[in-house]
């Protein structure tokens, strides 16, 4: 009985640090009682799945074989889902319903139904983080892309859509096998609010559009297109304005976010709100922290009011992994635990990853802090999303996915994509001479160093699995070089003394080119670890420094990490020449920078978020959630769109090695905004304004641009045209700079044109928010940035 405790322990929440005087362990591992969760059947259904390896798994329920159950209305898919999960629920005593709402929901049975671990994760690609899957016999690995914020920087959202149909194909054969669930609580689409945070890997970056693009593509690919039906249930997480793990003694457990009404609706919820209602995400998840005094977790304004009724999810809302018990425990939120329970379920929350609700749901029953039918609530919409698996169709066999195997988990198709993803999302940040690409003919001798230039698994990041196979970046350039002097030059990334820098100096002064491989990994920056700064960790830029100096050819700087880090002392040393950043770019990393310091591939990744010099963090506790700037304050703000000091780097940075160059083709000078007049008091009031959105009649109301593209180099490159609306001024104490209005992506051959048609919907991407968390569109002249371009585009309304 031990086994199951032990997944718990490992992963189910890391447990939080408590200031006080409470300890954590016997309190989120109350082993006894824990032991009343995990049933005999339970266990034993478990060790067989382990034991069966990679052989088809049985049904999950309504076995065909099963002449108890198969003749149920539950099991009959021809009847509706909504029907079907009614009679299910209307069969379950309480107990039995409260055994189900938590993440190892125990089986039932009598009614032939097995237990089910609801935690899986497949943030880019299969992941072991969770108990829902497992790596082994038939399935030793899964396809492991680059991390996210890697991916991101492609800017490609048909690449992300691929990615999560390659991930959603592995996961699916792998559930087949019995070896993993069918819901996934990826993706993470969180804001990447500050630089420090060590979550930030995980996320698509610092723009709400870019984010939720993201959010809604992957989940697509994971979810399939068919219909109401899923191929696997993703998962947009953690809802909401979490973006700071343990800083400064503040950590995710006891953090209250204190976040403005505007900056919750223009930058925290913009994801999620995509990933609903554009992306049709099959479930939700909340977070550890409280916003505005409120758990999350407990919130109804944020459960039920916005993500189900406003945004219509159709799915199920899950806590973070003991959250429910975190917001009693730890932040004493309720005065019993039976309230807690009863406050997280009235509050809109379906499913708990931990064992508090079912340890207390009852007892709340009983106490009438909660009713029955709150219960049923939850559990139809749990229900729900397992049959839209087909998980009551006496599935696996029969099932549109049931022939997925072994067979097609690390195919070399799913190989090349995890590769295509790392070359589309590498970052070019400079390029002295131009002295990248490198020559094969002229560059015989290499000398790769760095801790990171033999990495693998500090590629795939974190929430990641077992990789099909890794190419390090040592082994990628061995490809290209015909000789390599490899130097670790610090004997990991913290790198704590200069004890090697003579070996990796002595290797730069013999070759005839010189690769640093520097940067982060999990110890730096990770889930609980925000850094501190934003420097390289240790003596890495004196190694940086030293070698460049020492070096007999040009030297070429590769920086591996998931958030930025500031590196102005290479940007201004001329002797570093070239300087990469390629994020934690997956199993086959080290191919990628290979391809592209070589020329067979040529980079096109734009960065997805702001690089700060460390000055930056030196004037904003990451506790502090305002996205806008105060000059009052010494306050610098956040991100592209309300910061204006100084970078190393800024958002969409990133260079190619040919040249592209713009017009603008076409583009309306003024738009007539619709606007309902009875709404409207004093209609020439109105000109100079913003008007609701709500007053406008927005529908399909667009404005095109006609763009052309041409690359005037001499080579083949992909070219990431980003566009962004500046607000008319005026509207100073509520608009961004400049916010992300559309991007597109083209490949051009050399010399090649080719005309972007870009169209902007005008409610939803030339609207700013007000102060009271309003959408509004400002009249008069808005500024579309379109490269260099700037051009001016008029709006006014138009009384009906
Ligand atoms: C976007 O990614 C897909 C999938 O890898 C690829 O086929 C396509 O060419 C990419 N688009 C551009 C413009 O690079
Ligand atoms: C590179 O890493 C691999 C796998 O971790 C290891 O087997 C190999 O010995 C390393 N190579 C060098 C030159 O350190
Ligand atoms: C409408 O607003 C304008 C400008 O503020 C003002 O001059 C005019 O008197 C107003 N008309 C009415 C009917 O209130």
Redesign the pocket.
């Given at each position: 009985m031990m086994f199951p405790y032990i997944y718990i322990y490992k992963h189910c929440s890391i447990p939080p640090i408590t200031s006080q005087a409470t300890t954590p362990f016997t309190f989120y591992f109350p082993f006894p009682v824990m032991a009343s969760i995990f049933s005999p059947l339970t266990t034993i259904f478990f060790f067989l799945i382990v034991l069966w390896g990679g052989e088809a798994r049985d049904p999950f329920a309504c076995d065909p074989k099963n002449a108890a159950t198969r003749g149920l209305p539950f099991c009959k898919a021809s009847l509706a889902i909504a029907e079907r999960v009614k009679d299910l629920i209307g069969r379950l005593t309480v107990e039995e319903k409260v055994s189900l709402l938590v993440n190892n929901a125990a089986a039932v049975p009598r009614l032939g139904i097995k237990g089910y671990e609801w935690w899986s994760e497949a943030l880019h690609g299969v992941s072991n983080v969770g108990p829902g899957t497992k790596f082994g016999g038939q399935f030793p690995a899964a396809t492991s892309f680059p991390q996210v914020i890697t991916t991101a920087a492609s800017f490609n959202a048909s690449l992300w859509e691929a990615i999560g149909q390659v991930a959603s194909d592995e996961a699916r054969a792998m559930y087949n096998g019995g070896t993993s669930g069918l819901t996934y609580w990826s993706p993470n689409v969180n804001i990447f609010r500050d630089p420090r945070w060590g979550r930030g890997q995980e996320t698509p970056g610092e723009d709400p559009l870019l984010a939720g693009k993201y959010a809604a593509s992957y989940v697509r690919g994971l979810q399939g297109s068919d219909g109401d039906r899923l191929k696997v249930a993703a998962c947009c997480k953690h809802f909401t304005a979490y973006d700071l793990d343990n800083w400064k003694g503040v950590d995710r457990f006891h953090f209250n976010a204190e976040v403005s009404k505007q900056d919750m609706e223009e930058t925290f919820n913009v994801p999620f709100r995509m990933c609903v209602k554009e992306g049709n995400v099959a479930s939700v998840m909340c977070s550890y922290n409280q916003v505005n005094g409120v758990p999350t977790c407990a919130d109804p304004v944020l459960l039920k009011t916005t993500v189900r009724s406003l945004w219509g999810l159709n799915g199920y809302i899950v806590s973070d992994c003991d959250s429910v018990g975190v917001f009693y425990n730890s932040q004493h939120y309720t005065s019993t635990p039976e309230e807690a329970a009863a406050d997280a379920i009235k509050a809109g929350l379906d499913l708990d990853c931990g064992p508090f609700l079912a340890q207390h749901t009852n007892n709340a029953v009983k106490k009438g802090l909660l009713s029955e039918a709150d219960v049923n609530g939850a559990l139809a919409n749990t229900l729900t999303v397992q049959m839209r698996l087909g998980m009551y169709d006496g599935e696996p066999s029969g099932h549109p996915y049931g022939n997925l195997g072994p067979r097609d988990v690390c195919t070399p198709s799913h190989q090349h994509l995890a590769l295509e993803a790392a070359t589309q999302g590498i970052v070019l940040l400079k390029n002295k001479g131009p002295s990248l690409p490198l020559s094969t003919r002229t560059y015989r001798t290499l000398a790769v160093i760095g801790p990171n230039s033999?990495a693998?698994v500090t590629m795939i990041g974190n929430y990641a699995g077992i990789a099909c196979g890794?190419t390090?970046p040592?082994?990628g350039i061995g490809k290209y070089a015909k000789t390599v002097i490899?130097e670790?030059g610090c004997a990991n990334v913290a790198c704590r003394d200069n004890k090697q820098f003579g070996r990796a100096i002595n290797a730069a002064q013999q070759a005839d080119a010189t690769v640093l491989v520097m940067g982060l990994d999990q110890s730096i920056e990770a889930e609980t670890v925000d850094r501190a700064g934003l420097l390289l960790p240790g003596h890495q830029q004196d190694l940086v420094s030293k070698v460049a100096s020492a070096s007999k050819g040009p030297t070429i700087l590769v920086i591996m990490s998931g958030g930025p880090v500031d590196i102005t002392f290479a940007k201004n040393d001329p002797r570093i020449e070239g300087i990469l950043w390629a994020g934690y770019p997956g199993q086959a990393g080290g191919a990628a920078i290979a391809d592209i310091l070589f020329g067979t591939s040529n980079p096109g990744g734009k960065l997805p978020m702001t690089w700060y010099p460390e000055g930056y963090v030196e004037k904003l506790a990451m506790t502090n959630m305002a996205m806008r700037s105060s000059k009052s304050k010494g306050y610098p703000g956040r991100t592209y769109r309300f910061y204006s000091g100084p970078v190393v780097y800024p958002f969409g940075y990133g260079l190619s090695y040919t040249h592209f160059v713009q017009t603008l083709a076409s583009a309306p000078k003024v738009v007539s905004i619709p606007v309902d007049g009875h709404r409207q008091k004093n209609s020439s009031n109105i000109a100079n304004k913003a008007i609701k959105v709500t007053h406008a009649r927005c529908g399909k109301l667009s404005v095109s641009l006609h763009v052309d593209v041409k690359n005037v180099g001499s080579r083949y490159g992909t070219h990431t045209l980003l566009v962004f609306s500046a607000p008319p001024p005026g509207n100073g104490h509520w608009a961004p700079h400049k916010q992300l209005v559309g991007f597109h992506k083209v490949h051009l051959p050399p010399k090649a044109q080719q005309r972007l048609r870009i169209n902007i919907h005008v409610c939803k991407l030339l609207s700013v928010v007000d102060t009271s968390g309003t959408r509004r569109i400002p009249m008069g002249s808005h500024t579309l940035h379109i490269a260099h371009i700037k051009h001016s585009l008029t709006l006014h309304p138009q009384t009906l």
């Open positions: 033999n693998t890794y390090s040592l082994q490899h670790m």
